[in-house]
């Protein structure tokens, strides 16, 4: 006789999953860099050489005032993002449409409302073209997007000659980049409605969840019917038009436009959204967390200064903090299951 041979059944060894926080590490990885911010300010607002200015009601005005364009940028920055995409013409091209606007109305003398039209439309078109270099021709974001960059800061050297177009800026325009309104300056009333609606597209309707699916596989997002090339698109789009949004309100809040100053942009508002990566929604771009990410970056520079520090102490911190963001909100996307952040 031969003997039956029994085999036991085996259990399928489990893939392994996102890490489980306890709810005191979750909350320590949403709300850490808000400790953060709250602890930093504290340490200022309490040291005897910066104390009485850093906590006055002049210098938070201020800085919420200089903030608004950083915040700008950075949403125009974040939302490819959100795709995995980078975008780095969204400074220059906010410095593009600065210099649109304010030529406008500084050497042709039209209307401001025709001038802030002109921004919009010189941002959504750089957006477009990037849109279509990416979705449609399959170019590299980041390849693409400097190009236009380059392309673009060389294009206001030639078109401004290294000067400001500053001349015939109207009174009404200067006014509303200048003055406050309730104790907050003018611009936030334009900036937080902006700040709503993306917050409200990434967070509540089908367009946030497909860009998150599109960072986390392109081809998989294609095969659940999800139109990447339209997403993607539609995203730089956006990008585009919030960056002549930005531009408007450069011209309004310095009161005229360079070549220089748009381009200036680019790697506080990178700092910002990687910062905010980390808080809110950790491990990928968000709304509430990129602005916190702008303030904290701001009032640390601010406090930094006004203890004494040199003036290449900003771009130090903001390097310093894009590097250590860019680290921390690819380890928290990683730890929750989620895809690279790019």
């Known amino acids: 006789m031969t003997a039956t041979q029994t085999t036991e059944p085996v259990t399928p060894t489990p893939e392994p999953a996102a890490r489980r926080h306890s709810p005191i590490g979750d909350l320590a990885e949403r709300y850490g860099l808000l400790v953060m911010f709250a602890v930093m300010i ?4 309490l040291q005897g050489t910066t104390g009485s200015i850093f906590l006055s009601h002049a210098n938070l005005i201020q800085i919420a005032g200089s903030q608004m364009v950083v915040i700008l940028v950075a949403f125009a920055v974040m939302l ?7 975008d780095l013409s969204a400074g220059a091209a906010a410095g593009v449409s600065s210099v649109a606007c304010a030529s406008a109305m500084s050497r042709f003398g039209l209307p401001v409302v025709v ?11 750089i957006g477009l073209v990037n849109g279509i270099l990416i979705a449609r021709f399959r170019l590299s974001p980041v390849i693409t997007t400097l190009a236009m960059s380059t392309a673009l800061t060389g294009l206001m ?3 401004t000659a290294g000067s400001t177009i500053s001349s015939g800026i109207p009174g ?5 980049g200048s003055l406050n309104w309730l104790g907050v300056p003018q611009l936030a009333y334009l900036v937080v409605p902006v700040a709503l609606v ?7 309707r089908p367009f946030g969840r497909n860009q998150r699916a599109i960072r986390s596989s392109g081809k998989a997002a294609r095969l659940v019917g999800i139109n990447v090339d339209r997403t993607v698109l539609v995203s730089f789009v956006a990008a585009g038009f919030i960056a002549g949004i930005a531009g408007a309100l450069m011209v309004a809040r310095a009161g005229g436009a360079d070549s220089t100053t748009g381009p200036s942009y680019l790697f506080p508002a990178l700092a910002a959204v990687f910062l905010g990566a980390t808080t809110i929604k950790p491990g990928r771009p968000n709304t ?5 990410g702008v303030f904290f970056v701001a009032f ?4 930094l200064t006004l203890a004494g520090a040199s003036a290449w102490v900003s771009n130090l911190f903001n390097g310093l903090v894009l590097f250590a963001a860019a680290g921390l909100s690819t380890v928290f996307s990683r730890q929750r299951g989620g895809s690279r952040m790019f």
């Open 198 to 204: 993306l917050w409200y597209l990434q967070e509540c």
């Open 288 to 292: 509430v967390g990129t602005i916190v």
């Open 42 to 45: 504290a340490a200022f607002g």
């Open 157 to 159: 050297q030639w078109y």
């Open 80 to 86: 490819p993002l959100n795709m995995g995409y980078f």
């Open 115 to 125: 001038a802030v039209i002109a921004s919009l439309l010189v941002g959504t078109l």
């Open 300 to 303: 640390a520079v601010s406090g």
């Open 172 to 176: 009404s325009l200067l006014n509303f």
